[in-house]
């Protein structure tokens, strides 16, 4: 016997085989999670003139407005509220179409061995009973529910008996024929006399079933067995009751019902413990139990005097599933392959407060209770969304309540939770609809770990098919060679039938000595019995070999499938191989392009390096191109503008030296006047009468005057004579000879004592005398080499410099004798003589500069010219 337990949030194999350990708290997927599903059904007025609070606004929303005389101020506003659901149902809202939504989703789950939950919240009145269970002639969730599990594995069933609950909310499996004596052992047992002996729905209520939905899970597992449980119970005021219990009739004084209490399976599923568990095996039958309970529910009412509103009403279905064996003929005997999965519908208490229904005595004590299980339930969900939002870590109160601590696995462990939230529109239920709204749409925020999917069993599927399918062409076969096989006596052992169809044997007790009837009877009886074991034998040879040629044919039949599967799996093969050389091929080609598409990227790269090289160059070389234009243009401008200059100096240089002539001339011009003028005095005046010194020395000066008027020159010496040196202290001289000079043979030449003799006009040798002569030799018209001597006085310049002016020149000249008689300037100075005055004007217009040279100038020694006015040495 093999057991298995519902499915958890801990792997229930793992738990199987070690079933000490603890398993773990978390679910296996974590972060697969689902918010519970809220859905909300609004139920139509009982009178169309009763008042209305609440209107559907659409698929999702619904709208709730305090009624007349009901109205919330704020600032002045009368408030309306709107809540959200997954789905809003109005009250046109067919049974089926939320079933649909709803609940057939949960069904699906059960069938592929998922938990769901599903229950009703409102307050009374609201239609919660008539969504769960249906009202006569309009079934609700429950019954459909049924329907569509019955219809989906109803050829799939389990004979009664092959799976097992047991006490710890696990399940076993046992083979048929265990089950089978299980069975004819129930069936042997008297009936119990109880109450609802007679086992039968209130005909109002039987169409509730009839819900000719044909609805149906598409995708069952066909080698799975499959066997539906049910179990019903109550908490009311926090107790738990089982409400299929069958306790003796004891119509005198009847027995209070006994609370169950609740226990932790291994895999931490909180269950009822004792709790009655029905193998039902039609939607009928499920139907039945299920009015069974409700029925005990309304005894235990008025008897009891209580309020079936007041309690919770629980209905759990248990789906066993197990995979057939490689056969397909039995189920397979390992628990480890078990999956028990259940579905709970909640009819949950009314929500309303206890001071609403003016409860006393007793009844307040109940109302008290109720509501502390749905307080305890509201604050269970509190606190489980606070803990998944804010990540937080809370205990959540579920062991408060046993409402709570009994679905404690469906919130922190994993399934689908689906809640149905009942509202009546009517006016006086506006303030605990607003509560049950407010309460809903917090449910919404909850998510519940998604449960993973059943590993499936490693049998090829489709075995119930192929068993099928053998089993009938069997029947087929034995029908054809011996008539048909009575279905009835299919249970029955051989040995049965074989024992019944031997006659008895008589007394074999030899009483008197003349009995002679005992012996010949007994030998006719044991001689027919030797005839019937021929028979029979030869009746079993005869089968054997019937059946050893079925079998045989089987065995071909399975060669030739065999072959016809091998031939296909060659082919098969063949066309593996096939793609594979293909495969290969492209791949061979993938790798060659990829070969191509390497190079090409690397000519590329190498191409696009050139590129970027070759625009490097150009750049310089423009660079270049560009500084080379720019120097030209710089040097262009520089050039001009030396032209210019130039151009300028020499211009004012030309004209400096036309006015130097036209002076010239103008003096010849003049000093030829002035002789013809004393010419015709001599000629008109008489003979003794001679021209006055002072006019003479008058007409010297003159000419410098005049000579000085066109000059653009200042007259005036560049330095104050104050700075003379005196010339009674001795007179030092500097000496300048350029050495461009050619030495003379002349016999008288100039000899100056004490003289600094320089080559270059020097400022430190001229700092330290006062007198400079300057040699000077130059080419004469005449073709000899003319020597003059210019002296000068030096003086001390503002700027610390020292300045030379010059005062007289000294004509030294050599002729030959062929040529003009040689003269010495200082040996005839009367200026009236015509070839003398020609021969210095020329030199003195040269030489009527002066020379300022300053120490320390940023341009070294300079040379400033000056016009000096005209001096003669008497
Ligand atoms: P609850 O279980 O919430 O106390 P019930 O399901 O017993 O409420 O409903 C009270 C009455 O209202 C019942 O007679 C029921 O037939 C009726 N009723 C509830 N919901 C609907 C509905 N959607 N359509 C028609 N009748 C309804
Ligand atoms: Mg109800």
Not at 324 to 331: C, I, M, Y
Not at 694 to 703: G, I, M
Request: charged fraction near 30%; proline fraction near 6%; hydrophobic fraction near 30%.
């Amino acid at each position: 016997m093999a057991t298995a337990r519902p499915r958890g949030h801990g792997d229930m194999r793992a738990a199987a085989r070690t079933p000490r350990r603890p398993v773990p708290k978390k679910p296996s997927n974590p972060s697969l999670k689902d918010p519970v599903g809220v859905y909300c059904r609004v139920r139509p007025l009982s009178r169309p003139d009763q008042e209305c609070c609440i209107e559907v606004i659409n698929e999702t929303t619904v709208q709730i407005h305090p009624p007349d005389g009901y109205r919330i101020f704020r600032n002045g506003e009368y408030r309306e509220t709107q809540y959200s659901f997954k789905e809003v149902f109005g009250t046109l809202v067919v049974q089926k179409k939320l079933f649909d939504v709803v609940a057939k989703p949960l069904v699906e789950d059960l069938i592929r061995g998922k938990n769901g939950l599903l229950f009703t919240y409102g307050v009374t009145g609201s239609g919660k009973t008539h969504t769960m269970t249906g009202s006569p002639g309009d079934g609700g969730l429950l019954p459909r529910c049924l329907d569509m599990i019955f219809n989906s594995i109803g050829p799939f069933q389990a004979k009664r008996f092959v799976f097992k609950l047991d006490d710890k909310n696990g399940v076993d499996v046992q083979c048929e024929v265990d089950a089978l004596l299980e069975r004819q052992k129930r069936d042997a047992m008297p009936v119990p006399k109880t109450p609802s002996g007679k086992r039968q729905i209130d005909p109002e209520f039987a169409d509730m079933i009839n819900v000719q939905d044909h609805c149906k899970v598409e995708d069952v597992d066909e080698d799975n067995v499959y066997s539906v449980f049910v179990s019903y119970i109550e908490i009311y005021n926090n107790y738990i009751y089982d409400l299929l219990e069958e306790a003796p009739f004891e119509p005198i004084k009847p027995k209070p019902p006994q609370s169950k209490i609740l226990r932790e399976d291994q895999n931490h599923n909180m269950y009822v413990m004792g709790c009655t568990e029905v193998e039902v095996k039609s939607t009928e039958e499920a139907f039945e139990v299920f009015w069974r309970g409700q029925k005990k529910r309304r005894i235990a009412d008025t008897q009891l005097n209580r309020e079936s509103s007041r309690s919770h009403s629980v209905f759990i279905i248990k789906l066993a599933q197990a995979p057939l064996d490689a056969d397909g003929d039995n189920v397979l005997q390992e628990k480890e392959q078990i999956t028990l999965s259940q579905l709970s519908l909640v009819d949950l208490a009314g929500s309303e407060r206890t001071n609403r229904t003016k409860a006393e005595g007793n009844r307040l004590r109940e109302a008290g209770n109720i509501n502390q299980s749905l307080m305890t339930l509201r604050t269970c969900i509190e606190v489980l969304r606070e803990n998944q939002m804010y990540g937080m870590n809370k205990m959540v109160p579920y062991r408060d309540s046993k409402l709570t601590h009994l679905f404690k696995n469906y919130f922190d462990g994993e399934g689908k939770v689906r809640m149905i939230v009942c509202v009546n529109p009517k006016a006086e239920d506006y303030e605990e609809s607003l509560q049950v709204m407010r309460f809903a749409e917090m449910t919404q925020e909850v998510e519940v770990a998604r449960p993973v999917d059943r590993a499936l069993c490693g049998l090829t599927p489709g075995r119930r098919l192929r068993n099928q399918a053998f089993q009938e062409e069997l029947s087929r076969k034995l029908e054809m060679r011996g008539g048909p096989i009575n279905e009835e006596t299919e249970e029955q052992s051989v040995a049965e039938m074989f024992l019944q169809s031997l006659p008895p044997l008589p007394s074999c007790e030899l009483l008197d000595v003349n009995d002679d009837q005992t012996l010949p009877k007994l030998i006719e009886v044991l001689e027919k019995r030797q005839k019937l074991r021929q028979m029979l034998s030869e009746e079993f040879a005869k089968n054997v070999l019937t059946f050893k040629t079925m079998l045989q044919e089987f065995d071909s039949s399975v060669v030739a499938k065999e072959n016809y599967l091998q031939g296909k799996l060659s082919e098969k093969d063949k066309t593996i191989a096939r793609q594979k050389t293909d495969v290969e091929r492209l791949e061979k080609k993938i790798k060659t392009l990829e070969y191509k598409i390497e190079i090409l990227e690397k000519t590329t790269t190498i191409y696009e390096e050139d590129k970027r090289n070759l625009q490097q160059e150009l750049e310089s070389k423009s660079q270049k191109l560009q500084r080379q234009a720019s120097d030209k243009r710089r040097l262009e401008a520089r050039l001009q503008g030396m032209v210019a200059e130039t151009t300028m100096k020499w211009e004012k240089e030309c004209e400096r030296r036309v006015a130097a002539k036209q002076l010239e001339m103008q003096n010849k011009l003049w000093v030829k006047d002035e002789k013809l003028k004393q010419l015709k005095a001599i000629v008109t005046e008489p003979r003794n009468e001679k021209p006055e010194r002072p006019s003479r020395e008058r007409d010297r000066e003159k000419p410098v005057q005049r000579s000085v008027s066109p000059s653009p020159v200042p007259n005036a010496p560049p330095v104050r004579l104050r700075h003379r040196r005196s010339r009674s202290a001795g007179e030092r001289w500097v000496d300048h000879k350029p050495p461009s000079n050619l030495p003379t043979e002349t016999v008288m030449q100039p000899h100056v004592p004490h003289a600094i003799t320089v080559a270059a006009a020097s400022e430190k040798a001229l700092a330290k005398c006062d007198k400079y002569m300057l040699t000077h030799q130059e080419l004469a018209s005449d073709g000899e080499i003319e020597t003059k001597l210019i002296k000068g006085d030096v003086f001390k310049t503002r700027g610390g410099g020292q300045a030379v002016q010059f005062t007289e020149i000294e004509t030294l000249k050599q002729e030959s004798p062929t040529g003009r008689k040689r003269r010495s300037s200082p040996s005839n100075p009367d200026p009236a003589e015509d070839a003398t005055d020609s021969a210095w004007t020329d030199v003195e217009t040269r030489c009527s500069v002066a020379v300022e040279m300053r120490a320390g100038s940023a341009l070294g020694p300079g040379y400033q010219h000056h016009a000096q006015p005209k001096r003669r040495k008497p």
